[in-house]
C-alpha cells in the first residue's frame, strides 16, 4: 500500500512560481508511472504532467496548456515526485492531486479524465491559487 502526501501548494501572483512535492511511503515510486492531475472548481480533472516508470525510462508528458512552464521530475532517493510550476496563470488555479498507477501509460493520464478509483494510488491534494 503506498500513501502519497502532496505539498507546496499555496498563493502566488501570476508570473510566480511553486514547485509541489508528492511524497510517497510503502512502496517505491519508480515501478509507477505517476501524473499531477489537477481540478478547479466546476470543471473536470485533467492530467497536467506524467512521468513514467523507471523501466519506462521516465519518460515525461504535459498537456499541451502547461508545456514550457512546468516540468515534472523524481527524486529516486527521497522516492518524491516534484512538479516545478512556472510562470503561473490565474487559470492554473486549481486542486492538484498526485495520482501513481502501475499500467496506465503518460499519454492516458494526460488525455483522460478518469474516475480517482481508477488509479492505484490517489492523493489528497494540495491547492494552488494564482491570483493578483
Known amino acids: 500500500q503506498v500513501q502519497l502526501v502532496e505539498s507546496g501548494g499555496g498563493l502566488v501572483q501570476p508570473g510566480g512560481s511553486l514547485r509541489l512535492s508528492c511524497a510517497a511511503s510503502?512502496?517505491?515510486?519508480?515501478?509507477?508511472?505517476i501524473g499531477w492531475i489537477r481540478q478547479a472548481p466546476g470543471k473536470r480533472r485533467e492530467g497536467v504532467a506524467c512521468i513514467s516508470s523507471i523501466s519506462s525510462e521516465g519518460k515525461t508528458d504535459y498537456r499541451n496548456s502547461v508545456k514550457g512552464r512546468f516540468t515534472i521530475s523524481r527524486d529516486h532517493a527521497k522516492n518524491t515526485v516534484y512538479l516545478q510550476m512556472n510562470n503561473l496563470k490565474p487559470e492554473d488555479t486549481a486542486m492538484y492531486h498526485c495520482?501513481?498507477?502501475?499500467?496506465?501509460?503518460?499519454?492516458?493520464?494526460?488525455?483522460?479524465?478518469?474516475?480517482?478509483?481508477?488509479?492505484?494510488?490517489w492523493g489528497q491534494g494540495t491547492q494552488v491559487n494564482v491570483s493578483s
Open positions: 495520482a501513481v498507477d502501475g499500467h496506465l501509460t503518460c499519454h492516458t493520464m494526460i488525455v483522460a479524465t478518469l474516475p480517482t478509483y481508477d488509479y492505484h494510488y
Open positions: 510503502g512502496d517505491t515510486l519508480d515501478t509507477y508511472t
